[in-house]
Protein backbone atom coordinates (compact mmCIF):
# COMPACT_ATOMS: atom_id res chain seq x y z
CA UNK A 1 0.00 0.00 0.00
CA UNK A 2 3.05 2.47 0.88
CA UNK A 3 4.16 2.38 -2.71
CA UNK A 4 0.63 3.02 -4.29
CA UNK A 5 0.14 5.71 -1.82
CA UNK A 6 3.41 7.38 -3.19
CA UNK A 7 2.44 6.66 -6.79
CA UNK A 8 -0.84 8.63 -6.04
CA UNK A 9 0.63 11.59 -4.36
CA UNK A 10 3.02 12.47 -7.59
CA UNK A 11 -0.31 11.80 -9.76
CA UNK A 12 -2.69 14.29 -7.68
CA UNK A 13 0.48 16.72 -7.96
CA UNK A 14 0.61 16.25 -11.64
CA UNK A 15 -2.80 16.87 -11.73
CA UNK A 16 -2.21 20.29 -9.77
CA UNK A 17 0.30 21.60 -11.70
CA UNK A 18 -1.75 20.87 -15.13
CA UNK A 19 -3.88 23.96 -14.06
CA UNK A 20 -0.77 26.22 -14.18
CA UNK A 21 0.92 25.92 -17.16
CA UNK A 22 -0.34 25.00 -21.39
CA UNK A 23 -0.62 21.63 -21.80
CA UNK A 24 2.22 21.84 -24.49
CA UNK A 25 4.42 23.50 -21.63
CA UNK A 26 7.92 22.19 -21.20
CA UNK A 27 7.21 21.83 -17.41
CA UNK A 28 4.16 20.04 -18.02
CA UNK A 29 5.30 17.64 -20.96
CA UNK A 30 8.24 16.83 -18.08
CA UNK A 31 5.57 16.24 -15.66
CA UNK A 32 3.74 13.47 -17.52
CA UNK A 33 7.40 12.14 -18.39
CA UNK A 34 7.82 11.80 -15.10
CA UNK A 35 4.50 10.48 -14.27
CA UNK A 36 4.87 7.94 -16.83
CA UNK A 37 8.28 6.95 -15.44
CA UNK A 38 6.54 6.69 -11.58
CA UNK A 39 3.89 4.45 -12.54
CA UNK A 40 6.24 2.16 -14.70
CA UNK A 41 8.10 1.38 -11.62
CA UNK A 42 5.40 0.86 -9.82
CA UNK A 43 4.15 -1.59 -12.44
CA UNK A 44 7.16 -3.52 -12.46
CA UNK A 45 6.67 -4.43 -8.95
CA UNK A 46 2.33 -4.77 -8.37
CA UNK A 47 0.54 -4.61 -12.27
CA UNK A 48 -2.58 -2.56 -12.61
CA UNK A 49 -3.31 0.01 -10.33
CA UNK A 50 -7.04 -0.04 -9.55
CA UNK A 51 -8.61 3.15 -7.86
CA UNK A 52 -11.98 2.88 -6.03
CA UNK A 53 -13.69 6.13 -6.25
CA UNK A 54 -15.69 7.76 -3.16
CA UNK A 55 -16.98 11.04 -2.18
CA UNK A 56 -13.40 12.07 -0.89
CA UNK A 57 -10.85 9.55 -0.82
CA UNK A 58 -9.51 6.97 -2.80
CA UNK A 59 -9.13 2.78 -1.97
CA UNK A 60 -6.59 0.34 -3.61
CA UNK A 61 -7.64 -3.19 -2.78
CA UNK A 62 -10.23 -1.62 0.40
CA UNK A 63 -7.37 0.38 1.79
CA UNK A 64 -7.31 4.23 1.33
CA UNK A 65 -4.15 5.45 -0.02
CA UNK A 66 -5.71 9.50 -0.52
CA UNK A 67 -8.53 10.89 1.69
CA UNK A 68 -9.23 14.57 0.93
CA UNK A 69 -9.38 17.49 3.67
CA UNK A 70 -12.63 18.70 4.56
CA UNK A 71 -11.80 22.74 2.68
CA UNK A 72 -10.83 21.02 -0.37
CA UNK A 73 -11.99 22.72 -3.33
CA UNK A 74 -14.71 21.24 -5.43
CA UNK A 75 -12.48 20.56 -7.94
CA UNK A 76 -10.04 17.98 -6.44
CA UNK A 77 -10.27 15.68 -8.75
CA UNK A 78 -11.26 12.76 -6.34
CA UNK A 79 -14.76 15.26 -6.07
CA UNK A 80 -14.68 15.69 -9.59
CA UNK A 81 -14.81 11.48 -10.54
CA UNK A 82 -17.25 10.94 -7.89
CA UNK A 83 -19.48 13.54 -9.06
CA UNK A 84 -19.90 12.20 -12.44
CA UNK A 85 -20.61 8.56 -11.02
CA UNK A 86 -17.26 6.76 -11.89
CA UNK A 87 -16.37 4.20 -9.40
CA UNK A 88 -13.43 2.89 -9.76
CA UNK A 89 -10.75 4.12 -12.37
CA UNK A 90 -7.80 1.04 -14.02
CA UNK A 91 -4.18 2.78 -14.70
CA UNK A 92 -2.59 -0.07 -16.92
CA UNK A 93 0.88 -0.92 -17.93
CA UNK A 94 2.05 0.51 -21.27
CA UNK A 95 0.35 3.79 -20.09
CA UNK A 96 1.78 7.39 -22.26
CA UNK A 97 2.20 10.53 -21.93
CA UNK A 98 -0.24 11.18 -24.02
CA UNK A 99 -2.98 9.19 -22.51
CA UNK A 100 -2.22 11.29 -19.24
CA UNK A 101 -2.64 14.44 -21.58
CA UNK A 102 -6.33 13.32 -22.74
CA UNK A 103 -7.26 12.13 -19.45
CA UNK A 104 -6.23 15.13 -17.56
CA UNK A 105 -7.60 17.60 -20.60
CA UNK A 106 -11.02 16.09 -20.30
CA UNK A 107 -11.39 16.14 -16.32
CA UNK A 108 -10.22 20.02 -16.68
CA UNK A 109 -12.44 20.30 -19.27
CA UNK A 110 -15.84 19.67 -16.40
CA UNK A 111 -14.16 20.62 -13.91
CA UNK A 112 -17.83 22.51 -13.08
CA UNK A 113 -20.94 21.97 -14.84
CA UNK A 114 -20.96 25.07 -17.29
CA UNK A 115 -23.87 25.96 -19.74
CA UNK A 116 -21.28 25.81 -22.80
CA UNK A 117 -20.44 22.34 -22.26
CA UNK A 118 -22.47 19.48 -23.63
CA UNK A 119 -21.53 15.90 -21.69
CA UNK A 120 -19.96 14.70 -18.55
CA UNK A 121 -16.70 13.21 -18.06
CA UNK A 122 -17.65 9.78 -18.36
CA UNK A 123 -18.96 10.42 -21.82
CA UNK A 124 -15.80 12.30 -23.01
CA UNK A 125 -13.74 9.53 -22.16
CA UNK A 126 -15.72 6.77 -23.08
CA UNK A 127 -15.38 9.21 -26.72
CA UNK A 128 -11.67 9.61 -26.29
CA UNK A 129 -11.41 5.55 -26.01
CA UNK A 130 -7.90 6.05 -23.84
CA UNK A 131 -6.04 2.33 -24.05
CA UNK A 132 -4.33 1.80 -20.92
CA UNK A 133 -7.25 3.23 -18.67
CA UNK A 134 -10.38 2.18 -18.09
CA UNK A 135 -13.06 2.76 -15.78
CA UNK A 136 -16.37 1.96 -14.63
CA UNK A 137 -19.18 4.35 -14.13
CA UNK A 138 -22.55 4.36 -11.97
CA UNK A 139 -25.98 6.29 -13.13
CA UNK A 140 -27.40 6.46 -9.94
CA UNK A 141 -29.76 8.92 -11.62
CA UNK A 142 -32.64 6.21 -12.93
CA UNK A 143 -34.57 8.40 -15.23
CA UNK A 144 -31.31 8.46 -17.49
CA UNK A 145 -31.00 4.89 -18.61
CA UNK A 146 -30.63 4.43 -21.83
CA UNK A 147 -33.59 4.55 -24.42
CA UNK A 148 -33.29 3.32 -28.05
CA UNK A 149 -31.41 5.53 -30.55
CA UNK A 150 -32.93 5.65 -33.14
CA UNK A 151 -30.70 7.87 -34.41
CA UNK A 152 -28.93 5.48 -35.09
CA UNK A 153 -30.42 4.01 -38.18
CA UNK A 154 -29.51 5.37 -41.38
CA UNK A 155 -32.09 7.99 -42.98
CA UNK A 156 -35.13 6.36 -45.48
CA UNK A 157 -34.59 6.74 -48.47
CA UNK A 158 -36.87 9.77 -50.26
CA UNK A 159 -40.21 8.00 -51.88
CA UNK A 160 -40.35 8.48 -55.73
CA UNK A 161 -43.33 11.01 -55.83
CA UNK A 162 -40.99 13.47 -53.84
CA UNK A 163 -38.27 12.75 -56.18
CA UNK A 164 -40.26 13.75 -59.15
CA UNK A 165 -41.36 16.86 -57.63
CA UNK A 166 -38.24 17.71 -56.78
CA UNK A 167 -36.80 17.29 -60.10
CA UNK A 168 -39.61 19.58 -61.63
CA UNK A 169 -39.07 22.33 -59.13
CA UNK A 170 -35.77 21.53 -56.96
CA UNK A 171 -36.69 25.15 -54.70
CA UNK A 172 -40.68 24.25 -54.29
CA UNK A 173 -39.85 21.86 -51.47
CA UNK A 174 -37.17 23.74 -50.00
CA UNK A 175 -37.33 25.42 -46.65
CA UNK A 176 -37.25 28.94 -46.50
CA UNK A 177 -34.01 29.76 -44.48
CA UNK A 178 -34.87 33.25 -44.20
CA UNK A 179 -37.87 32.18 -41.96
CA UNK A 180 -36.09 29.79 -39.80
CA UNK A 181 -35.01 30.58 -36.43
CA UNK A 182 -31.01 30.67 -35.84
CA UNK A 183 -29.17 27.40 -36.05
CA UNK A 184 -32.40 25.59 -37.99
CA UNK A 185 -30.50 24.96 -40.85
CA UNK A 186 -28.26 23.15 -39.25
CA UNK A 187 -30.98 20.86 -37.91
CA UNK A 188 -31.51 16.90 -39.28
CA UNK A 189 -34.45 17.15 -41.42
CA UNK A 190 -34.82 13.37 -40.49
CA UNK A 191 -35.26 14.29 -36.98
CA UNK A 192 -38.72 14.67 -36.41
CA UNK A 193 -41.03 12.82 -33.96
CA UNK A 194 -42.06 9.17 -35.36
CA UNK A 195 -46.04 10.42 -34.16
CA UNK A 196 -45.28 13.28 -36.82
CA UNK A 197 -48.82 12.76 -39.41
CA UNK A 198 -46.61 13.86 -42.49
CA UNK A 199 -44.24 10.49 -42.19
CA UNK A 200 -45.74 7.56 -44.33
CA UNK A 201 -44.98 4.49 -43.65
CA UNK A 202 -42.68 3.67 -46.41
CA UNK A 203 -40.36 6.33 -44.29
CA UNK A 204 -40.88 3.90 -41.22
CA UNK A 205 -40.24 0.80 -43.09
CA UNK A 206 -36.87 -1.20 -42.03
CA UNK A 207 -34.31 -2.69 -44.06
CA UNK A 208 -32.44 -6.33 -43.14
CA UNK A 209 -29.69 -4.34 -41.61
CA UNK A 210 -31.48 -1.82 -39.51
CA UNK A 211 -34.08 -4.44 -38.25
CA UNK A 212 -30.90 -6.07 -37.16
CA UNK A 213 -29.57 -3.41 -35.27
CA UNK A 214 -32.93 -2.77 -33.62
CA UNK A 215 -32.99 -6.41 -32.42
CA UNK A 216 -29.80 -5.85 -31.17
CA UNK A 217 -30.38 -3.26 -28.97
CA UNK A 218 -33.28 -5.10 -27.98
CA UNK A 219 -31.60 -7.73 -26.71
CA UNK A 220 -28.80 -5.52 -24.70
CA UNK A 221 -31.90 -3.78 -22.72
CA UNK A 222 -33.33 -7.45 -22.23
CA UNK A 223 -30.51 -8.64 -20.78
CA UNK A 224 -29.38 -5.98 -18.40
CA UNK A 225 -28.85 -7.12 -14.92
CA UNK A 226 -29.65 -4.03 -13.04
CA UNK A 227 -28.27 -5.80 -9.69
CA UNK A 228 -25.04 -4.72 -9.47
CA UNK A 229 -26.12 -1.11 -10.14
CA UNK A 230 -29.34 -1.24 -7.90
CA UNK A 231 -26.43 -2.16 -5.15
CA UNK A 232 -24.63 0.47 -5.67
CA UNK A 233 -27.42 2.84 -6.05
CA UNK A 234 -28.79 1.41 -2.13
CA UNK A 235 -24.98 1.66 -0.68
CA UNK A 236 -24.33 5.52 -2.42
CA UNK A 237 -28.00 6.49 -0.39
CA UNK A 238 -27.11 4.55 2.45
CA UNK A 239 -24.07 6.51 2.80
CA UNK A 240 -25.83 9.87 2.87
CA UNK A 241 -28.40 8.73 5.83
CA UNK A 242 -27.97 10.67 9.25
CA UNK A 243 -30.40 9.48 11.11
CA UNK A 244 -31.14 5.68 12.79
CA UNK A 245 -34.71 5.04 11.21
CA UNK A 246 -33.59 6.04 7.37
CA UNK A 247 -30.21 3.82 7.83
CA UNK A 248 -31.98 1.46 8.91
CA UNK A 249 -35.22 1.49 6.46
CA UNK A 250 -32.36 1.17 3.54
CA UNK A 251 -30.48 -1.17 5.17
CA UNK A 252 -34.10 -3.22 4.26
CA UNK A 253 -33.62 -2.74 1.08
CA UNK A 254 -30.50 -4.18 0.73
CA UNK A 255 -30.97 -7.16 2.46
CA UNK A 256 -34.23 -8.05 -0.08
CA UNK A 257 -31.50 -7.73 -2.91
CA UNK A 258 -28.55 -9.42 -1.18
CA UNK A 259 -30.93 -12.28 -0.66
CA UNK A 260 -32.27 -12.28 -4.82
CA UNK A 261 -28.55 -12.24 -4.99
CA UNK A 262 -27.76 -15.23 -3.07
CA UNK A 263 -30.52 -17.23 -4.53
CA UNK A 264 -28.62 -16.46 -8.44
CA UNK A 265 -25.50 -17.21 -7.47
CA UNK A 266 -24.23 -13.28 -7.44
CA UNK A 267 -21.30 -14.39 -4.31
CA UNK A 268 -19.16 -12.03 -6.12
CA UNK A 269 -21.77 -9.05 -5.56
CA UNK A 270 -22.40 -10.70 -2.35
CA UNK A 271 -18.77 -9.53 -0.72
CA UNK A 272 -18.56 -6.39 -2.55
CA UNK A 273 -21.58 -5.12 -1.22
CA UNK A 274 -20.52 -6.89 2.31
CA UNK A 275 -17.05 -5.38 2.02
CA UNK A 276 -19.01 -2.13 1.94
CA UNK A 277 -20.89 -2.48 4.70
CA UNK A 278 -17.80 -3.59 6.80
CA UNK A 279 -15.96 -0.51 5.99
CA UNK A 280 -19.23 1.38 7.32
CA UNK A 281 -19.02 -0.37 10.36
CA UNK A 282 -14.94 -0.20 10.82
CA UNK A 283 -12.70 0.40 13.34
CA UNK A 284 -12.49 4.50 12.58
CA UNK A 285 -15.94 4.66 13.34
CA UNK A 286 -16.83 7.27 15.64
CA UNK A 287 -17.85 6.87 18.85
CA UNK A 288 -21.31 9.24 17.48
CA UNK A 289 -22.05 6.90 14.95
CA UNK A 290 -21.57 3.33 16.90
CA UNK A 291 -25.14 3.12 15.80
CA UNK A 292 -24.39 2.12 12.35
CA UNK A 293 -22.35 -0.67 13.44
CA UNK A 294 -25.20 -1.90 15.55
CA UNK A 295 -27.67 -1.71 12.57
CA UNK A 296 -25.18 -3.62 10.49
CA UNK A 297 -24.65 -5.96 13.12
CA UNK A 298 -28.09 -6.57 13.18
CA UNK A 299 -28.45 -6.94 9.06
CA UNK A 300 -25.42 -9.64 9.15
CA UNK A 301 -27.98 -11.66 12.32
CA UNK A 302 -30.87 -10.90 10.45
CA UNK A 303 -29.32 -12.31 7.21
CA UNK A 304 -28.10 -15.44 8.76
CA UNK A 305 -32.23 -16.42 9.18
CA UNK A 306 -33.03 -20.35 8.42
CA UNK A 307 -35.04 -19.99 5.39
CA UNK A 308 -32.19 -17.67 4.36
CA UNK A 309 -29.59 -19.75 4.43
CA UNK A 310 -31.00 -23.11 3.15
CA UNK A 311 -30.35 -20.83 -0.43
CA UNK A 312 -26.60 -21.09 0.66
CA UNK A 313 -26.94 -25.16 1.87
CA UNK A 314 -28.88 -25.54 -1.75
CA UNK A 315 -26.31 -23.79 -3.83
CA UNK A 316 -23.38 -25.29 -1.87
CA UNK A 317 -24.70 -28.68 -2.79
CA UNK A 318 -24.68 -27.96 -6.47
CA UNK A 319 -21.27 -26.31 -6.58
CA UNK A 320 -18.29 -28.46 -7.68
CA UNK A 321 -14.47 -27.68 -7.44
CA UNK A 322 -13.93 -26.61 -10.88
CA UNK A 323 -16.23 -23.49 -10.31
CA UNK A 324 -13.31 -21.32 -8.84
CA UNK A 325 -14.66 -17.92 -8.85
CA UNK A 326 -17.93 -18.91 -7.71
CA UNK A 327 -16.80 -20.94 -4.53
CA UNK A 328 -14.02 -17.87 -3.84
CA UNK A 329 -16.55 -15.19 -3.76
CA UNK A 330 -18.82 -18.04 -1.84
CA UNK A 331 -15.92 -18.33 0.81
CA UNK A 332 -15.54 -15.09 1.23
CA UNK A 333 -19.08 -14.09 1.38
CA UNK A 334 -19.73 -16.46 4.09
CA UNK A 335 -17.18 -15.30 7.16
CA UNK A 336 -19.47 -12.10 7.18
CA UNK A 337 -22.15 -14.13 8.59
CA UNK A 338 -23.57 -14.90 12.09
CA UNK A 339 -22.01 -18.09 13.82
CA UNK A 340 -25.39 -19.28 13.69
CA UNK A 341 -25.34 -20.25 10.37
CA UNK A 342 -22.80 -22.93 11.47
CA UNK A 343 -25.20 -25.81 11.94
CA UNK A 344 -26.20 -25.56 8.18
CA UNK A 345 -22.63 -25.68 7.27
CA UNK A 346 -22.62 -28.98 9.06
CA UNK A 347 -25.28 -31.10 6.65
CA UNK A 348 -23.43 -30.28 3.72
CA UNK A 349 -19.81 -30.69 5.09
CA UNK A 350 -20.89 -35.02 5.47
CA UNK A 351 -22.30 -35.00 1.98
CA UNK A 352 -20.01 -32.94 -0.04
CA UNK A 353 -17.52 -35.24 -1.80
CA UNK A 354 -14.66 -32.58 -3.31
CA UNK A 355 -12.02 -32.16 -1.13
CA UNK A 356 -11.59 -28.20 -1.79
CA UNK A 357 -14.95 -27.29 -0.83
CA UNK A 358 -14.53 -29.53 2.22
CA UNK A 359 -11.25 -27.15 2.98
CA UNK A 360 -13.34 -24.71 2.38
CA UNK A 361 -16.22 -24.96 4.34
CA UNK A 362 -13.77 -26.47 7.11
CA UNK A 363 -11.92 -22.75 6.86
CA UNK A 364 -15.48 -20.91 7.41
CA UNK A 365 -16.72 -22.89 10.16
CA UNK A 366 -13.07 -22.39 11.69
CA UNK A 367 -13.82 -18.59 11.66
CA UNK A 368 -17.19 -18.58 13.14
CA UNK A 369 -16.33 -20.62 15.80
CA UNK A 370 -13.76 -18.17 17.48
CA UNK A 371 -16.35 -15.85 17.06
CA UNK A 372 -18.89 -18.07 18.97
CA UNK A 373 -18.46 -21.30 20.22
CA UNK A 374 -22.24 -22.20 20.95
CA UNK A 375 -23.30 -23.44 17.56
CA UNK A 376 -20.23 -25.50 17.18
CA UNK A 377 -20.82 -27.38 21.00
CA UNK A 378 -24.69 -28.17 19.75
CA UNK A 379 -23.27 -29.81 15.93
CA UNK A 380 -21.19 -32.04 18.89
CA UNK A 381 -24.42 -32.95 20.45
CA UNK A 382 -26.09 -33.31 16.94
CA UNK A 383 -24.01 -35.00 14.50
CA UNK A 384 -20.75 -35.49 16.69
CA UNK A 385 -20.88 -39.10 15.07
CA UNK A 386 -21.36 -39.13 12.13
CA UNK A 387 -18.79 -36.35 11.56
CA UNK A 388 -16.17 -37.22 13.94
CA UNK A 389 -13.65 -36.67 11.78
CA UNK A 390 -14.43 -33.41 10.11
CA UNK A 391 -15.24 -31.87 13.92
CA UNK A 392 -11.55 -33.08 14.76
CA UNK A 393 -10.28 -31.16 11.98
CA UNK A 394 -12.01 -28.16 13.08
CA UNK A 395 -11.28 -28.46 16.83
CA UNK A 396 -7.81 -29.21 16.58
CA UNK A 397 -7.49 -25.67 15.31
CA UNK A 398 -9.18 -23.64 17.82
CA UNK A 399 -8.64 -23.67 21.72
CA UNK A 400 -10.29 -23.07 24.95
CA UNK A 401 -11.74 -24.94 27.94
CA UNK A 402 -14.51 -25.51 26.02
CA UNK A 403 -12.91 -26.91 22.84
CA UNK A 404 -10.90 -29.10 25.37
CA UNK A 405 -14.31 -30.16 27.13
CA UNK A 406 -15.90 -31.25 23.30
CA UNK A 407 -12.06 -33.00 22.38
CA UNK A 408 -12.74 -35.30 25.69
CA UNK A 409 -16.41 -36.42 24.47
CA UNK A 410 -14.51 -37.23 21.63
CA UNK A 411 -12.48 -39.94 23.18
CA UNK A 412 -15.85 -41.57 23.42
CA UNK A 413 -16.66 -41.81 19.69
CA UNK A 414 -17.66 -45.01 18.16
CA UNK A 415 -14.67 -45.02 15.70
CA UNK A 416 -11.08 -46.38 17.21
CA UNK A 417 -9.84 -43.30 14.87
CA UNK A 418 -11.50 -40.39 16.06
CA UNK A 419 -10.97 -41.44 19.49
CA UNK A 420 -7.49 -42.23 18.79
CA UNK A 421 -6.57 -38.53 17.57
CA UNK A 422 -8.54 -37.10 20.29
CA UNK A 423 -6.41 -38.65 22.87
CA UNK A 424 -3.29 -37.21 21.13
CA UNK A 425 -4.44 -33.77 20.57
CA UNK A 426 -5.78 -33.66 24.45
CA UNK A 427 -2.11 -34.77 25.69
CA UNK A 428 -0.39 -32.64 23.43
CA UNK A 429 -2.12 -29.58 24.39
CA UNK A 430 -1.55 -30.76 28.53
CA UNK A 431 0.27 -33.66 29.53
CA UNK A 432 -2.05 -33.22 33.16
CA UNK A 433 -5.03 -35.07 30.60
CA UNK A 434 -3.32 -38.09 30.73
CA UNK A 435 -4.88 -38.30 34.36
CA UNK A 436 -7.96 -37.81 33.13
CA UNK A 437 -7.72 -40.48 30.32
CA UNK A 438 -6.13 -42.98 32.52
CA UNK A 439 -9.26 -45.40 32.18
CA UNK A 440 -8.67 -46.02 28.43
CA UNK A 441 -5.43 -48.29 29.52
CA UNK A 442 -7.57 -50.93 29.68
CA UNK A 443 -9.73 -50.35 26.08
CA UNK A 444 -10.46 -52.82 24.14
CA UNK A 445 -8.73 -50.95 21.07
CA UNK A 446 -5.05 -52.26 20.89
CA UNK A 447 -4.88 -48.76 18.69
CA UNK A 448 -6.23 -47.08 21.46
CA UNK A 449 -3.71 -48.13 24.03
CA UNK A 450 -0.50 -48.02 22.06
CA UNK A 451 -1.77 -44.12 21.68
CA UNK A 452 -2.54 -43.30 25.09
CA UNK A 453 0.82 -45.05 26.73
CA UNK A 454 3.07 -43.61 23.75
CA UNK A 455 0.98 -39.98 24.95
CA UNK A 456 2.05 -40.68 28.95
CA UNK A 457 5.57 -41.58 27.59
CA UNK A 458 6.30 -37.88 25.89
CA UNK A 459 6.57 -36.34 29.36
CA UNK A 460 7.52 -36.82 32.87
CA UNK A 461 4.74 -36.57 35.10
CA UNK A 462 4.69 -38.13 39.07
CA UNK A 463 0.64 -38.28 38.56
CA UNK A 464 0.68 -40.59 35.74
CA UNK A 465 3.79 -42.64 37.14
CA UNK A 466 1.80 -43.30 40.07
CA UNK A 467 -0.94 -44.60 38.10
CA UNK A 468 1.20 -46.42 36.22
CA UNK A 469 2.56 -48.30 39.50
CA UNK A 470 -0.95 -48.79 40.92
CA UNK A 471 -1.75 -50.57 37.41
CA UNK A 472 1.62 -52.74 36.88
CA UNK A 473 1.50 -54.41 40.88
CA UNK A 474 -2.07 -55.47 40.07
CA UNK A 475 -2.11 -59.07 39.23
CA UNK A 476 -1.13 -59.61 35.28
CA UNK A 477 -0.43 -63.24 35.02
CA UNK A 478 -3.39 -63.73 32.44
CA UNK A 479 -2.62 -59.80 30.33
CA UNK A 480 -1.13 -59.62 27.03
CA UNK A 481 2.43 -59.62 27.33
CA UNK A 482 2.99 -57.13 24.51
CA UNK A 483 0.68 -54.69 26.61
CA UNK A 484 2.52 -55.23 30.05
CA UNK A 485 6.02 -54.26 28.21
CA UNK A 486 4.54 -50.75 26.96
CA UNK A 487 3.03 -50.04 30.35
CA UNK A 488 6.83 -50.65 31.62
CA UNK A 489 8.71 -48.42 28.90
CA UNK A 490 6.08 -45.92 29.27
CA UNK A 491 6.87 -46.01 32.80
CA UNK A 492 10.52 -45.37 32.23
CA UNK A 493 9.97 -42.84 29.87
CA UNK A 494 7.72 -40.90 32.53
CA UNK A 495 8.32 -41.94 35.85
CA UNK A 496 11.69 -41.40 38.15
CA UNK A 497 13.53 -43.16 40.57
CA UNK A 498 10.37 -43.66 43.08
CA UNK A 499 9.70 -45.82 40.84
CA UNK A 500 13.11 -48.02 41.26
CA UNK A 501 11.74 -49.78 44.56
CA UNK A 502 9.06 -51.45 42.83
CA UNK A 503 11.29 -52.22 39.21
CA UNK A 504 14.41 -53.64 41.25
CA UNK A 505 11.79 -56.07 43.52
CA UNK A 506 10.26 -57.00 40.06
CA UNK A 507 13.91 -57.39 38.09
CA UNK A 508 15.67 -59.32 40.96
CA UNK A 509 13.96 -60.51 43.58
CA UNK A 510 14.00 -64.48 43.85
CA UNK A 511 10.53 -64.93 44.58
CA UNK A 512 9.53 -64.24 40.93
CA UNK A 513 10.62 -67.55 40.17
CA UNK A 514 7.33 -69.39 41.29
CA UNK A 515 5.69 -67.81 37.86
CA UNK A 516 5.31 -70.33 35.80
CA UNK A 517 5.19 -70.07 31.50
CA UNK A 518 6.39 -67.28 30.21
CA UNK A 519 4.82 -64.06 32.74
CA UNK A 520 8.13 -64.35 34.54
CA UNK A 521 10.20 -63.42 31.97
CA UNK A 522 8.23 -60.77 30.51
CA UNK A 523 7.50 -58.45 33.88
CA UNK A 524 11.66 -59.21 34.42
CA UNK A 525 12.11 -58.01 30.85
CA UNK A 526 9.41 -54.81 31.41
CA UNK A 527 11.57 -53.75 34.63
CA UNK A 528 14.81 -54.19 32.85
CA UNK A 529 13.64 -52.02 30.07
CA UNK A 530 12.05 -49.26 32.50
CA UNK A 531 15.12 -48.66 34.35
CA UNK A 532 17.57 -48.82 31.20
CA UNK A 533 14.80 -45.57 29.83
CA UNK A 534 15.31 -44.04 33.30
CA UNK A 535 18.68 -43.34 32.49
CA UNK A 536 19.02 -42.29 36.14
CA UNK A 537 22.68 -43.19 38.44
CA UNK A 538 20.33 -45.23 40.44
CA UNK A 539 19.04 -47.10 37.48
CA UNK A 540 22.26 -48.16 36.51
CA UNK A 541 23.35 -49.45 39.71
CA UNK A 542 20.59 -52.13 39.31
CA UNK A 543 21.18 -53.13 35.81
CA UNK A 544 24.92 -53.42 36.49
CA UNK A 545 23.66 -55.79 39.71
CA UNK A 546 21.36 -57.66 37.54
CA UNK A 547 24.56 -58.25 34.87
CA UNK A 548 26.47 -59.70 38.01
CA UNK A 549 23.77 -61.85 39.35
CA UNK A 550 23.81 -65.95 39.44
CA UNK A 551 20.40 -65.94 38.20
CA UNK A 552 20.19 -67.25 34.34
CA UNK A 553 16.53 -66.21 34.18
CA UNK A 554 17.58 -62.35 35.68
CA UNK A 555 20.39 -61.94 32.81
CA UNK A 556 18.34 -63.68 30.46
CA UNK A 557 15.50 -60.78 31.19
CA UNK A 558 18.12 -58.04 30.95
CA UNK A 559 19.70 -59.74 27.40
CA UNK A 560 16.08 -58.95 26.24
CA UNK A 561 15.95 -55.80 27.56
CA UNK A 562 18.87 -54.40 25.97
CA UNK A 563 17.42 -55.69 22.79
CA UNK A 564 14.31 -53.30 23.32
CA UNK A 565 16.31 -50.56 23.82
CA UNK A 566 18.76 -51.26 21.13
CA UNK A 567 15.83 -51.42 18.49
CA UNK A 568 14.85 -48.41 19.20
CA UNK A 569 13.85 -47.09 22.68
CA UNK A 570 17.14 -45.72 23.51
CA UNK A 571 16.93 -43.32 26.46
CA UNK A 572 16.42 -39.68 26.08
Known amino acids: MQDARQLINIFLLAWKNYGLYPEDHTSTLKA????????????????????????????????PIHVISPDAPAEELITLLYRDGIKWIEFQEG?????????????????????????????????????????????????????MDFSQLPPPAPRQ?????????????????????????????????????????????????????????????????????????????LKSQTGREEFTAVLGFIS??????????????????????????GPETSIEEDWRKICIDRFFQDLSRPEI?????????????????KLTALERSLHYFSPEVIPFLAPVLIRKGSAG?????????????????????????????EMGEELLLILIRLQGDRVNEILFKMCNHSSDRVRRKAIEELIGRDPKYAQRLFALIDDPSQGIRTSLLAAFAKHRSGAVETLLLNYLQDDFAREDPGHIL????????????????????????RGWNSFIGSGKLIFREGAAAALALLDTPAAKDVLRKAARSRFRVIRKALAGARAITDSGENPR
Not at 191 to 205: F, K, M, N, Y
Open 309 to 325: FQLFRDNLLKLNAGETK
Open 161 to 237: EETADQEEDPGQNAPDQSRQPEGAARKDPYARSIADPSISAAQLELSRDDFKILLQMIEEEESWDITEDLFDLLLII
Open 486 to 509: ACYKALGRCGSDRALPFLRGVLLD
Open 357 to 385: IRQMLLGVMVDLSRRDLAPLEKIARQHGT
Open 256 to 281: EVAVESIGLDKFDLLVKLFQELGQLS
Open 95 to 147: LTPEEFAAFFRIVNKYRSFAEEFEGDIVTALMDEELEYIDFKAVDIFWQDLLL
Open 32 to 63: FENLVAAFGNFFSSHGDLRLTVEKDRFLCESH
